[in-house]
């Protein structure tokens, strides 16, 4: 070893030249410059660090001490196979070395010996390896590092090592670190893992570095690799280090490192390995692969094998305690209401496996308690991930019994925190946690219909507590309804929430609401077995299936009791249809019956002794058991069964259908083709047991039921074979040759099916385009394609078919019925409908292209190609680009028959096909701006191929930028924005009249056409409208406003003048569907539609506030009012217009107050319908008064707001207010006001109307006759009817009382009472007292004629008739400087009160109220007053009109809309019964007309000159009193008439 250090002289070198040691240089340094101490300590930093820095210290050695120092390199150290022994190379030499050049070198040997080690390690990582990303070491590396290792102990053990130089020299060569090498350090004690990855800078890299390695250990380990054990040992200390470290309470503050680091790394790499697990599994990792491997292998870590060595269980139950909160938190994409709908899937059974065995680790180490209180926690304070949670809830009680009670107690917490203050988060989670726990059985987990009937069978349930509690349930559940799967549904309404009477209607729209689900989802309530398993969440058994195990479970039960099962005897009460139905029979299956009677003939007899079984269906079960006896002694004499009877004929059309498709490849069998056609339309014919007669019955029309289309079996498996053989044949066919050239098979194929047997295909076509379509492959969606275009072919030999809604009502061809049952409305059926109308416009392109365009299009209906494009635009964005000359494709048939045929592809190609371009020229079949509507309006947003992005972008594309611009013989618009909102309209409007918005409807109240899908057109109209507005304010000048009215008043008037007209049920029902459309159009758009953008003195009123009213007076008054008012939405609508208008105007208050002094005339129930919204009403209107004018309310709104306080006022206790003027208006407010207020309150404060003026109260009976037909019409309740009849009674009583008159309230027409003209002044003072019953001297009917033209005083009364006169202005009104501001104000805001309140009355009230004034009047029979009846003489008059009108409507059946309610008190026992009116009526007159004066007789004659033969003794004695009269009294006309 001495050689080693002599000087090399043989080497040929001068020694004079011999290179200076480094020692050397720095001396000389020395020497020639001044030795300073801080320079010295500079230079020796700056040696260690390029020592530190430099990437090979055996190079560097080599450099300083030349070729000697080569001998000092550590590869023969850990070279175990070098020939050189490694006792000539002993760590005390080595480290001796080492110890020399340090000090030659004035570092510290720490340092150096640290790089070389770190050097070392790098070499013998960097070797060759196995893998491509390799963690382990090999045999060969294994070996050498153990050596190096042994040496780095030696260094260790006597101070010559420097772990953290040693560390940070390892980073420098991360790159090429392993981690087998790295956990050997760490086992060796050479650095612990802990030092090592706190020595990294950046704790982010090192957390990925070590999540790397971490997955190819776990995916080395999982490949069985040979070194397995080191690998699980590398494993288990990593992890348990982590687990230590990252979830210890207190960090070690003695070590010199920063103490918060490697808690930081620990958590980090786990919390990376678990996302990356949870991630993989939400993906849907598949068995075996890369990702499979390393998830299942990170999840074995938490057994206990892995983490059993750490001594502390507190770390381990925090660990796994922050990996459930990982689980539950990761990545929450789900919302609560998918969770409602797809928890089934999410049983414990269905979970992937790799996450149950973690949930079954992870519930080893906490316990019960633990977990449902930790679960508890995270739902409380994060987002979570619903699928996870369910399924571990699942876990938590199949793994832990003890854990039912511990849910349970949490649920009722949940359930009374939501009920106490109406949390649904705290709802939502009870129910989703109850319903995944049911899912486990009943072993785990009470059922849910159990735990339903506990929390809300009985009063002590949770919403027993108030109604708020009761709302908040049902809102809830009615908000499930769409989400929920039929079995909860039925759970709801076969075991209901208990409901107080007086709730009851809560209870019973929810029902009404699940029921309508259900049968959304065909699913029957009535056919739900006896036993069928409530709580289970599976698919719905069919009722035979279910049948069959009722049957066998109530024998079992009858066999253990000998007692007819309850629920069977229930069954047989409550639910009649299902056991007449499905249980009998099943239970009556024919049989051989057994010699001794077993519990099945016991089961039947005790159910026939209990009248349980019909004596008919018990008398044909025996005949039936008779006749099975009789049939195996046939068997044994050689007698086929019938069943194999039956079979034969279907077999032979098998057989020789099969026949057939062997000739379709063989070219010289093609003459044959016709003969076998004929063979299998008589094997058919067999099949069916139709007659040779039966082919020459013609069939005028085809009845089909589009939405439930039902076959017989036998007529089922039949058509199957035709239509499986013609998919078949139509493949091999196509295999040989294209469709052109495939000879006349298909069509003498398809002739077969035009006989007897085309309703059983049609009706099989209807099941599976329309029913089946998306599940339908590739060959069978060609082949029906294929067969629609040969049916298509024979159009004029085939009967039309009527398919019923949503269809026409009219009858279609054949060809059109495909359109019918190839819907777009979902992802799958656009798809599928693309499908199938590429494989039908491509097969008749290529079969017809020699032939004529007219026979192409006879073969397919325009709606299909229609279809076609509709579907291209949308789905496709290169269709909606311009095709040139080079864009146009060839069409081949060839590639649409191959099963894996891409369908985009070949729909492009069709598109672009010239063929194709040119048919689309043809005006039936180019897509119209009207079709794109009608068939936009049936998608389904929430199941659209579209994301609410594209389909917006989509809308903007069609309407804007290809229907707008395009001319109108094209089916554009000619670039008319208003057009192109006409048509719009016109198209909403036509698919809410129609069955089709309605096929799928949950609730057709919500939204337009009962489906949010309008939604999106909705939003496009108020765009476009919206512009149109814009457009027009451009186009106006300045201080004017348009002349014109809205298109769409315009529109409306249109179509209500199409409408059928008439009172009939029907009509008003079309007619109040289509007002109600109109309506929520108007909502949705801006208020200026209604009233304009402005007002201006020169044209106050707008064309579109006179279109508005005469819509309110003409339709909405019959249809869209109800007690006098219009709806809320409509008239805060209206009046937000009317504000907005008038704030543009120079004198905003004088223009409000002409509006509104102008609806008195034209449109009253505007004023009246904001009486009754009033409360709502006044603050929004204040506001924008007060936000944009500083002076008070107008004038107008004041009379409203004073209005409603006289009749508040007047209800109260204290002295009432008097009430304002007008006092028609006045009258409607107190009106409305008593309809607010109990019954047993009215009474005592009706007694004040003997203070009110007179006119008042004749305008309030007025009212309240309106209110009583209201009540009759409309009432659901029998308390409204009593309480409006009793108003009725007192306000006629106080009439009465007073003497005055109230008879023209009967005989009201547009221009006054009985035609005549009024006019009298309104401006009476109030009078000075209550004394108001002093007689006139003119008689009272002439006094309140005049009263009711005008709304006048009675206490400023003429001398005689009363003539049409001037009136003076009211007091306290200023006439001078309104008349100078505005001169063509009307009068009414100048005070002139000629209002003919005829007409104002009858513009208040419905026209079927006014018709049925006859029935008011002779209600309220009993309260005439004797004397005032003799008295008046035109009481006889209207009292014979009425009785006439009376039965002219009872005659008519108009009647019957008033028949009195069940429930109706005694009192008002034959009020409500017609005939019985009529009956009183009729003797009430008889009685009357000899007590008469007879002058009340001149107008006799006139009464009964077209209605006398209503009642012929009614009649007769008014002619006979007429003609007992002398001729004086004959010339006396009375006032009235």
């Known amino acids: 070893m001495s050689d080693s250090w002599v000087p090399n002289s043989a080497s040929g070198q001068d020694p004079g030249r011999r290179r200076r040691s480094w020692a050397e240089l720095l001396a000389g340094r020395v020497k020639r410059e001044k030795y300073n101490p801080e320079r010295a300590q500079k230079l020796k930093e700056s040696a260690v660090r390029l020592l530190r820095s430099h990437q090979d210290l055996n190079a560097l050695l080599l450099e300083v001490e030349g070729p000697l120092c080569k001998k000092l390199s550590l590869s023969k150290v850990i070279d175990c196979d070098s020939s050189e022994a490694y006792a000539n190379h002993s760590s005390s030499f080595i480290g001796s070395a080492l110890q020399d050049q340090a000090s030659r070198l004035g570092i510290p040997v720490g340092i150096l010996s640290a790089g070389v080690v770190a050097s070392s390690v790098g070499q013998i990582c960097t070797a060759p390896a196995e893998t491509s990303h390799p963690v382990l070491l090999t045999v060969e590396q294994r070996k050498k590092l153990s050596s190096l290792l042994e040496f780095a102990q030696y260094l260790l053990a006597h101070s010559m090592f420097s772990r953290l130089s040693f560390c940070q020299e390892l980073w420098k060569i991360q790159s090429s670190l392993l981690l087998e090498a790295v956990w050997h350090l760490h086992v060796q004690g050479i650095v612990s893992l802990q030092e090592l990855l706190e020595s990294h800078p950046d704790m982010h890299a090192v957390g990925s570095w070590l999540f790397r390695n971490l997955c190819c250990l776990c995916e080395q380990m999982e490949a069985s690799c040979q070194h397995a054990d080191v690998a699980r040992a590398m494993l288990s200390d990593f992890v348990q280090m982590f687990v230590l470290r990252g979830f210890q309470k207190n960090s070690d503050l003695r070590r010199t490192v920063e103490p918060e680091k490697m808690p930081q790394v620990a958590v980090d790499v786990l919390q990376r390995m678990l996302i990356f697990a949870l991630d993989a599994l939400a993906a849907g990792v598949q068995e075996e692969s890369s990702t499979h491997k390393i998830v299942r292998c990170w999840f074995g870590v938490f057994s206990g094998h892995t983490l059993g060595s750490v001594i502390s269980t507190d770390p381990l139950k925090r660990f796994f305690s922050h990996t459930l909160t990982q689980i539950l938190t990761h990545s929450p994409v789900l919302k609560a209401s998918d969770a409602v709908q797809m928890q089934r899937e999410w049983s414990f059974a269905r979970t992937h496996p790799l996450l149950t065995a973690l949930y079954r680790r992870l519930l080893v180490m906490l316990s019960a308690e633990e977990l449902v209180g930790h679960l508890q926690e995270v739902l409380e304070t994060q987002e979570v991930h619903w699928q996870r949670v369910l399924s571990f809830v699942s876990a938590l009680v199949v793994c832990f019994p003890e854990a039912q009670q511990l849910l349970e107690d949490w649920v009722a917490r949940l359930m009374a ?250 070219p010289s069998q093609r003459d044959v083709i016709s003969a076998q056609v004929a063979v299998i339309s008589e094997r058919l014919r067999a099949v069916l047991g139709h007659n040779e007669d039966d082919s020459s019955v013609e069939i005028s029309k085809i009845q089909l039921s589009i939405n439930t289309p039902r076959l017989e079996p036998r007529e089922h498996m039949a058509v199957d074979l035709l239509l499986t053989s013609f998919c078949q044949n139509l493949m091999a066919a196509s295999s040989v040759a294209p469709p052109e050239r495939q000879g006349p098979w298909a069509a003498l194929f398809v002739r077969t099916m035009c ?425 929004v209107l204040l506001c924008r008064w007060r936000r944009h004018c500083q002076s008070p309310l107008p004038r107008e709104l004041q009379k409203l707001q004073e209005g409603r306080q006289f009749a508040s006022d007047f209800l109260s206790p204290e002295a009432a207010s008097l009430a304002p003027n007008p006092d028609w208006l006045s009258a409607a407010a107190l009106h409305f006001a008593i309809q607010q207020v109990r019954e047993e309150n009215i009474r005592k404060q009706l007694k004040k109307l003997d203070c009110e003026r007179e006119e008042l109260l004749v305008f309030l009976f007025f009212f309240s006759l309106m209110g009583l037909l209201s009540s009759h019409l409309t009432s659901n309740s029998t308390r409204d009817l009593p309480k409006a009849f009793h108003v009725c009674a007192a306000i006629l009583e106080c009439l009465e009382k007073r003497k005055i008159s109230w008879l023209a309230l009967f005989q009201l027409t547009e221009s006054g009472p009985m035609g005549l003209s009024w006019g009298l002044p309104l401006s009476a003072p109030h009078p000075p007292s209550c004394k108001r019953s002093t007689p006139h001297p003119l008689p009272a009917a002439d006094r309140y004629l005049g009263i009711l033209s005008s709304g006048c005083s009675p206490h400023t009364i003429p001398t005689a008739r009363p003539p049409r006169v001037h009136v003076p202005t009211p007091r306290g009104v200023p006439s001078t400087d309104n008349r100078q501001r505005c001169p063509e104000l009307p009068e009414p805001l100048l005070g002139v009160a000629d209002l003919r309140l005829g007409r104002l009355l009858l513009r208040v009230a419905p026209d079927q109220h006014t018709r049925l004034l006859p029935f008011a009047f002779y209600s309220l029979l009993s ?115």
């Open 1423 to 1537: 309260y005439f007053h004797e004397d005032a009846a003799i008295r008046e003489e035109a009481f006889l008059h209207v009292a014979v009109d009425m009785y006439l009108k009376l039965v002219q409507l009872f005659v008519a059946g108009d009647t019957s809309t008033v028949s009195p309610p069940a429930g109706r008190s005694l009192e008002l026992q034959g009020q409500g019964n017609p005939v019985e009116l009529i009956t009183k009526a009729r003797l009430f007159l008889l009685q009357l007309i000899p007590r008469c004066p007879k002058k009340s007789f001149s107008h006799v004659a006139e009464l009964l000159a077209d209605r006398g033969d209503c009642d012929p003794e009614v009649s007769a004695a008014l002619q006979s009193r007429q003609q007992a009269a002398p001729d004086a009294d004959l010339s006396q006309e009375p006032y009235l008439f």
């Open 755 to 1179: 006989g007897r047997v085309l309703p059983a295909v049609l009706t099989r076509l209807c099941q599976l385009l329309r029913h089946q379509g998306p599940s339908l492959s590739a060959p069978h969606v060609l082949g029906l394609a294929a067969l629609a275009v040969h049916l298509g072919e024979s159009r004029s030999a085939l009967p039309e078919v009527d398919v019923g809604p949503p269809a026409p009502d009219a009858g279609l061809p054949v060809p059109a019925l495909f359109d019918s049952l190839l819907t777009c409305r979902t992802r799958d059926s656009l798809f599928f409908c693309l499908k199938f109308c590429t494989a039908a416009i491509s097969y008749s392109l290529c079969k017809f292209s020699s032939q004529s365009r007219d026979t192409l299009c006879s073969c397919l209906s325009p709606g299909l190609i229609k279809k076609f494009q509709f579907l291209m635009f949308r789905l496709f964005s290169e269709a909606r680009q311009p095709l040139s000359e080079e864009d146009v494709a060839s069409l081949s048939w060839r590639p649409l028959h191959l099963p894996s045929a891409d369908w985009q592809r070949a729909a492009l190609s069709l598109w672009t096909h010239r063929t194709f371009r040119e048919l689309l020229k043809e005006e039936d079949v180019h897509l119209t701006y009207q079709d794109w509507l009608h068939l936009e309006l049936e998608i389904q947003p929430e199941a659209d191929a579209l994301s609410d992005t594209e389909r917006q972008d989509f809308h903007q594309w069609a309407i804007h930028e290809h229907f707008l611009p395009e001319s109108s013989a094209s089916g554009g618009c000619d670039g008319d924005l208003q057009a192109a909102c006409t048509i719009l309209v016109n198209a909403l409007m036509d698919f809410h009249q129609s069955s089709r918005s309605y096929d799928h409807s949950e609730n057709s109240d919500l939204v337009f056409g009962g489906r949010t899908g309008n939604e999106d057109i909705i939003s496009r109209l108020q765009e476009m409208v919206a512009d149109l507005e814009l457009q027009q304010d451009l186009s106006v000048p300045l201080g004017h406003t348009p002349s014109q009215g809205h298109f769409l008043f315009e529109i409306f008037r249109r179509r209500l003048q199409a409408l059928t007209s008439g009172w009939s049920v029907a009509a008003s029902l079309q007619r109040q569907r289509e007002l109600l459309m109109y309506k929520r159009i108007l909502l949705r758009l801006p208020s200026s539609v209604l009233c304009g953008s402005s007002f201006q003195a020169e044209q106050p009123i707008t064309a579109r506030c006179e279109q508005f009213f005469h819509l309110v007076n003409s339709e909405m008054r019959n249809f869209c009012s109800h007690g006098g008012a219009l709806t809320q939405d409509i008239t805060a609508h209206f009046f937000r217009g009317l504000l907005n208008a008038c704030l543009r105007s120079r004198d905003p208050s004088l223009m409000v107050d002409f509006i509104l002094a102008k609806c008195q005339t034209k449109c009253p129930l505007i004023l009246t319908s904001a009486l009754v919204w009033w409360p709502s009403l006044e603050p």
């Open 417 to 666: 925190q939501a009920f106490e203050s109406c949390q649904l988060d705290s709802m939502v989670t009870a129910f989703l946690v109850v319903r995944q726990a049911a899912l486990e059985g009943p072993s785990a987990f009470l059922s849910y219909a159990d735990w339903f009937k506990a929390s809300f069978g009985s009063t002590r349930g949770y919403h027993g507590c108030s109604k708020k509690a009761l709302v908040f349930l049902f809102t809830f559940l009615s908000d499930l309804v769409p989400f929920e799967s039929p079995r909860y549904l039925q759970v709801h309404i076969l075991h209901p929430p208990l409901v107080p009477s007086k709730y009851r209607s809560l209870l019973t729209d929810y029902i009404s609401l699940a029921k309508t689900r259900l049968a959304d989802l065909k699913v029957s309530i009535e056919n739900m077995g006896l036993y069928e398993d409530l709580s289970s969440a599976g698919d719905i058994t069919e009722p035979h299936s279910q049948a069959l195990q009722d049957v066998e479970k109530a024998i079992m039960v009858f066999e253990h009791t000998g007692k007819i099962p309850v629920t069977v005897m229930e069954a047989s009460i409550f639910r009649r249809p299902y056991y007449v139905s499905h249980f009998l029979p099943a239970l009556l299956t024919p049989r051989v019956l057994p010699k001794v009677p077993d519990s099945r003939v016991a089961f039947i007899e005790s159910l026939k002794r209990a009248d349980k079984i019909p004596p008919s269906l018990y008398s044909t079960y025996c005949q039936a058991c008779s006749a099975a006896e009789e049939k195996p002694e046939d068997a044994a004499l050689g007698v086929r069964a019938e069943p194999s009877s039956a079979e034969e004929p279907l077999g032979q059309l098998r057989a020789a259908l099969g026949e057939l498709r062997a000739s379709m490849t063989d």
